[in-house]
């Protein structure tokens, strides 16, 4: 066995990319839906 492949670092690459995927697409929906959650809590807050 001359050939030793380094894949002790593969599986912490893999699940940071999976980690800064997520982060991504959650950063993308508050994007797009902050202003309508935003304007559930602004009625909420008025009917109180």
């Known amino acids: 066995m001359l050939f030793f492949p380094r894949e002790k670092g593969q599986g912490l690459v893999e699940y940071a990319l ?3 995927l997520v982060a991504v697409v959650v950063i993308v929906i508050l994007a797009l839906l ?3 959650i935003g304007g559930v809590f602004s009625n909420i807050i008025r009917q109180l």
Do not use: N
Request: hydrophobic share 65%.
């Open 18 to 20: 999976i980690l800064v």
């Open 34 to 36: 902050g202003p309508a």
